[in-house]
């Protein structure tokens, strides 16, 4: 009886191994042509200063519809596309369209910048600093409203060439931001050594943080970590007053997560920004202006 429990459970389990891979194999497939076929497209999820409330900067994240299977959530196909390498011309479309974007915005809103999650494989590539250098002089985005996203685990993975890539990118003049800091382990030596500008706080110490907890004390000492290295502070993934007061009082730079907005759409994303003073604009100055 065991034994044939046994051997039931271990065809469920072969089963399930089979089905994912199946899934892989045929999302890495329809990966292959998903930019040809429009079924890529970005959201933004707006960054609230706590200084003043307003919103002028956003990080981009991708959305994959597919027509049959539906919206397949980014926590799936990066994997995917990371294992395949598809993701070095994913991750250039996501550039070229981001930048696009922002020079589009920067004529009409007072937008700061927007942040860009970028893969280790798209990072280790030898032509990302060349191709991203080609982007911005193609679209004529300014390298100063660009901040990339990269995962403390990366870091670890290779420390010396990865400094290096990061050197190369912040003489460039994009902004570096550190993302999900304090869940992979880093060593603070190798965050010293790094040319960072942000570092994002994780969203699960944030989902746990209440007044007093544990949790609580590491977002106190991962912002007084930010202040001293002179970096700025993020905190991902605020759904509750709460969490957002607390943050606030430890001194906290920058929030985002649901309890602002979720990640929307390009057109509904802009109406959270401030419009620039008519005069700002060339081409609409003239029409304007009191003759
Ligand atoms: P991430 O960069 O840490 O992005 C934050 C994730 O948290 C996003 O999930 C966002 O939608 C979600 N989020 C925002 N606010 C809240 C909140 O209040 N509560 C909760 N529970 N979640 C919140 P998303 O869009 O599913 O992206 C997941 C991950 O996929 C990203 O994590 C990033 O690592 C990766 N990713 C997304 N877009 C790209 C991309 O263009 N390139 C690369 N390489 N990776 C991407
Ligand atoms: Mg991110
Ligand atoms: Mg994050
Ligand atoms: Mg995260």
């Not at 589009?104 to 007072?110: F, I």
């Not at 870091?155 to 800091?181: Q, T």
């Not at 991902?236 to 929307?264: H, N, W």
Request: proline fraction near 4%; charge should be neutral.
């Amino acid at each position: 009886r065991a034994k044939s429990q046994g051997k039931q459970r271990y065809s469920l389990f072969n089963n399930e191994l089979l089905n994912n891979n199946l899934r892989r194999y045929k999302l890495e497939n329809h990966l292959k042509r998903a930019i040809e076929k429009n079924e890529l497209h970005l959201v933004y999820q707006p960054k609230v200063a706590f200084a003043d409330s307003k919103v002028d900067c956003a990080e981009v994240l991708l959305r994959w519809q597919h027509t049959k299977l539906g919206a397949i959530s980014p926590v799936e196909f990066i994997p995917i596309a990371e294992q395949s390498h598809l993701i070095v011309d994913i991750g250039n479309w996501v550039l070229e369209s981001v930048c696009k974007q922002i020079v589009e915005w920067k004529q009409h809103y007072q937008l700061d910048r927007v942040s860009v999650n970028v893969s280790p494989q798209q990072l280790a590539h030898m032509d990302f600093i060349s191709s991203l250098e080609h982007i911005l002089r193609r679209t004529g985005c300014q390298p100063a409203w660009l901040e990339i996203e990269q995962t403390e685990g990366w870091m670890m993975e290779n420390p010396d060439d990865n400094i290096a890539v990061f050197k190369r990118l912040k003489a460039l003049g994009v902004r570096l931001s550190l993302d999900d800091f304090g869940v992979a382990y880093s060593s603070l030596s190798q965050i010293a050594r790094l040319p960072l500008d942000v570092l994002k706080i994780d969203k699960s110490f944030v989902e746990y943080c209440e007044v007093g907890s544990r949790e609580h004390m590491i977002v106190r000492t991962v912002i007084q970590l930010g202040r001293n290295l002179k970096l700025q502070t993020v905190a991902e993934g605020v759904e509750t007053e709460a969490q957002r007061q607390i943050l606030d009082a430890e001194g906290c730079d920058m929030y985002q997560g649901y309890l602002f907005s979720k990640p929307v759409d390009g057109k509904t994303f802009v109406t959270m920004l401030e419009k620039k003073p008519q005069a700002d604009i060339p081409h609409c100055s003239k029409e304007h202006q009191p003759s």
